[in-house]
């Protein structure tokens, strides 16, 4: 089976939505455990990784494309 690619800021989809209705979120911590905020309602979850790459349907927008804000 093939990993996904996945990075920091990324917005993926899940396979099930939020609560909220959506089901587009944005990876704000990685680790062994992944932190997601939900695009909707702004929630941010706890997951495994294992879990977490279980349940990851694709990557919507990666975080390269975006542009940066030069400070």
């Known amino acids: 089976m093939e990993r996904k690619i996945f990075q920091l800021g990324d917005v993926v989809q899940m396979k099930k939505n939020h609560p909220c209705g ?3 979120m944005e ?3 990685m680790g062994m455990d992944i ?3 939900c695009v909707g309602c702004k ?3 706890l997951v495994p990784r294992a ?3 279980k349940n990851l349907k694709k990557v ?3 975080a390269e494309e ?3 804000n030069p400070l």
Do not use: A, D, G
């Open 22 to 24: 959506s089901n587009e």
């Open 27 to 29: 990876i704000i911590r």
């Open 35 to 37: 932190r997601i905020k």
């Open 43 to 45: 929630h941010s979850v």
């Open 51 to 53: 879990k977490f790459e």
């Open 60 to 62: 919507l927008r990666s």
């Open 66 to 68: 975006l542009p940066q």
